[in-house]
T-cell receptor
Framework: GQQLNQSPQSMFIQEGEDVSMNCTSS?????WLWYKQDPGEGPVLLIA?????ELTSNGRLTAQFGITRKDSFLNISASIPSDVGIYFC????????????FGKGTSLLVTP | NAGVTQTPKFRVLKTGQSMTLLCAQD?????MYWYRQDPGMGLRLIHY???????AKGEVPDGYNVSRLKKQNFLLGLESAAPSQTSVYFC????????????FGPGTRLTVT
C-alpha cells in the first residue's frame, strides 16, 4: 500500500501548549482520517476529511486536508492531560475493499 | 449500541496451538476488517470482508484464516500459532463501499510462547 509518513514520532509537552503533527503520502488521497488510540484501547476516529483544502474541527482538534492531496495536518489547541495517546493518520488502501493504510503514529505525552 | 466488540481480550498460546478470535458489530456494517498492531509498525491489514460470505486477503494474511458466515460477525483463526503472531489484533467495520470511516473494537492481546 501507499507509504504514510507521520511526524513527529513523539512529542512531550506541557499542559496548555498547542500541538501540531502531520502526515504525508507517496500518492494522492481522496480521503484523510485521524484516529487517537488510548493505552490498551482501540483507535477512535477523530476527524475525517474528504476534500483538498478542507479544514475541519472537533472541539480543540483541527485537521486539514492539504491542497496537494498528499498531506494532512492535525492541530490540538490548549492541550490537557487526557490528550495523551497515540495519534494516527490514515488514508485509503484502494487494493483492499476500502481498508486503510495507517501511519506509524505520533505519541503524545502531556505533563500537568 | 455496543459498536464493535472482540473476544477474548487476552490470550496466551503455545507454539502450534490454534484459536479463533471473534469480532461482532451491531451497526449493520457491510465491511469488516482484521488488523494487527506491532510496536513501531502501525496497523497492518490481515484480511477483510465486503459482505456476508465473502473474504479477501490483506497485506499480511499468511498464517491466518477468516470467515464471515453472518453479517455481524467476522472470525479470525490461527491454525498453528507461531511466536511471530504475538501481537495486538483489532477488528474494525465500516458502513459500505465508498465510506472509509472505520470503527474499531478494543483489541485482543495475543502472546505466543
Amino acid at each position: 500500500g501507499q507509504q504514510l509518513n507521520q511526524s513527529p514520532q513523539s512529542m512531550f509537552i506541557q499542559e496548555g501548549e498547542d500541538v501540531s503533527m502531520n502526515c504525508t503520502s507517496s500518492s494522492i488521497f481522496n480521503t484523510w482520517l485521524w484516529y487517537k488510540q488510548d493505552p490498551g484501547e482501540g483507535p477512535v476516529l477523530l476527524i475525517a476529511l474528504y476534500k483538498a483544502g478542507e479544514l475541519t474541527s472537533n472541539g480543540r482538534l483541527t485537521a486539514q486536508f492539504g491542497i496537494t492531496r498528499k498531506d494532512s495536518f492535525l492541530n490540538i489547541s490548549a492541550s490537557i492531560p487526557s490528550d495523551v495517546g497515540i495519534y494516527f493518520c490514515a488514508g485509503p488502501n484502494p487494493n483492499s475493499g476500502y481498508a486503510l493504510n495507517f501511519g506509524k503514529g505520533t505519541s503524545l505525552l502531556v505533563t500537568p | 449500541n455496543a459498536g464493535v466488540t472482540q473476544t477474548p481480550k487476552f490470550r496466551v498460546l503455545k507454539t502450534g496451538q490454534s484459536m479463533t478470535l471473534l469480532c461482532a458489530q451491531d451497526m449493520n456494517h457491510e465491511y469488516m476488517y482484521w488488523y494487527r498492531q506491532d510496536p513501531g509498525m502501525g496497523l497492518r491489514l490481515i484480511h477483510y470482508s465486503v459482505g456476508e460470505g465473502t473474504t479477501a486477503k490483506g497485506e499480511v494474511p499468511d498464517g491466518y484464516n477468516v470467515s464471515r458466515l453472518k453479517k455481524q460477525n467476522f472470525l479470525l483463526g490461527l491454525e498453528s500459532a507461531a511466536p511471530s503472531q504475538t501481537s495486538v489484533y483489532f477488528c474494525a467495520s465500516s458502513y459500505s463501499a465508498g465510506n472509509y470511516e472505520q470503527y474499531f473494537g478494543p483489541g485482543t492481546r495475543l502472546t505466543v510462547t
